[in-house]
């Protein structure tokens, strides 16, 4: 049961342009979400979040977006730049209860931004 | 990644051995989870613990696999009599607290690869 999606496994965008990543969840239980961006053979690394009583947030060049009516969630990354080549994890929390912090990952997505 | 050691980087086993992952977590961190990435998917929750205790082991399977975080070293995830299908990235993650909303005190280990042959 994959309670989050992320349907492109690739996304391939042009140095300079806008790079927009979408996820989709389905437990609408899950409260704060989050991007993770990770480098091959590294652990992932946190980008930004979003708590679900927002509907945007922003850091520098990354926005992330969410949608509660659709469950959905997008990052977008302008302008897109070399070094944000990666394969990029959304994640949903899940605290079921006290002191159980899981994260609920999608299968990722592979960002190339071309020069 | 900022200081979450984990060790050995790459293990390679044949089936049925036994592996032995270890996992340090940041300084002043008393908070291990343990994820998994199989090929091709994302990384799944396996287990959470603090000193000594394992708190939510709900994405552990039923066998062969267990954790530990003994008061003292490492945290270790075992994982007995190794199939094929075990191949995978293991990632050990720590954080300060318990309950924490900011994803940026979830700090990831750079993974251990485990090939089962």
């Known amino acids: 049961d994959q309670q989050v999606k992320q349907n492109s496994p690739s996304l391939s965008v042009q140095e300079g342009r806008i790079s927009i990543l979408n996820c989709d969840y389905t437990?609408?239980?899950?409260?704060?979400f989050l991007w993770y961006k990770k480098y091959p053979a590294e652990g992932p690394t946190f980008l930004i979040s979003?708590?679900?009583?927002?509907d945007k947030n922003e850091d520098g060049r990354f926005t992330v977006f969410l949608n509660k009516s659709a469950k959905h969630l997008s990052l977008h990354i302008v302008p897109s730049q070399p070094g944000d080549s990666a394969v990029y994890f959304c994640?949903?929390?899940?605290?079921?209860?006290?002191?159980?912090?899981?994260?609920?990952f999608g299968q990722g997505t592979r960002l190339t931004i071309n020069p | 990644n900022a200081g979450v050691m984990q060790n050995p980087r790459h293990l390679v086993r044949r089936r049925g051995q036994e592996a032995r992952l270890r996992c340090s977590p940041m300084k002043g961190h008393s908070h291990v989870y343990w994820y998994r990435q199989l090929p091709e998917e994302g990384l799944k929750f396996m287990v959470y613990?603090?000193?000594?205790?394992?708190?939510?082991e709900s994405g552990m399977p039923k066998e062969r696999f267990s954790a530990e975080f003994p008061k003292e070293g490492p945290s270790i995830l075992r994982i007995q009599q190794v199939v094929r299908g075990d191949s995978a990235a293991y990632f050990c993650?720590?954080?300060?607290?318990?309950?924490?909303?900011?994803?940026?005190?979830?700090?990831f280990g750079e993974g251990s690869w485990l090939t089962v042959v």
């Open positions: 979003i708590s679900s009583i927002k």
């Open positions: 994640a949903a929390h899940d605290t079921p209860m006290q002191g159980a912090q899981k994260l609920v």
């Open positions: 437990n609408s239980m899950f409260d704060y």
């Open positions: 613990l603090q000193k000594e205790n394992i708190i939510d």
């Open positions: 993650a720590s954080s300060p607290f318990a309950v924490d909303r900011l994803g940026n005190t979830i700090y």
